[in-house]
Nanobody
């Protein structure tokens, strides 16, 4: 399965954006999906993840309570809703599949298959 993230843009602090991650090929509904972000000069960092069914989600402390993740397996789509955005949320956002997902290792980016160029989110003050 290949994924492509889109929906980024420029938004003021306190605003919101919804990112989408569209899958093509493969058995999308069997994979957990993770969202990561990478700011200039920084490592790729975990944002959140959703299990294959959409029942369970997990988030980094930095976004907990502001971000949510949902998925529609019929549409091969995962969405990241980002509310109350802060300037420190500025980054390129990526979605990836994790064939051997576990909660213990979900924040480790090397475990994911990455596709596409990501989508840029810029939050202005």
């Amino acid at each position: 399965v290949q994924l492509q993230a889109f929906g980024g843009g420029l938004v003021q602090a306190g605003g919101y954006l919804r990112l989408s991650c569209k899958a093509s090929g493969g058995a999308f509904s069997t994979y957990a999906i993770g969202w990561f972000r990478q700011a200039p000069g920084k490592e790729r960092e975990f944002v959140g993840a959703i299990n294959w069914s959409g029942v369970s989600t997990w988030f980094a402390d930095s976004v907990k309570g502001r971000f949510s993740i949902s998925r529609d397996n019929a549409e091969n789509m995962v969405q990241l809703q980002m509310n109350n955005l802060k300037t420190e949320d500025t980054a390129v956002y990526y979605c990836g599949t994790n064939p051997k997902f576990s909660v213990a290792t979900m924040s480790e980016s090397f475990r994911y298959n990455w596709w596409g160029q990501g989508t840029l989110v810029t939050v202005s003050s």
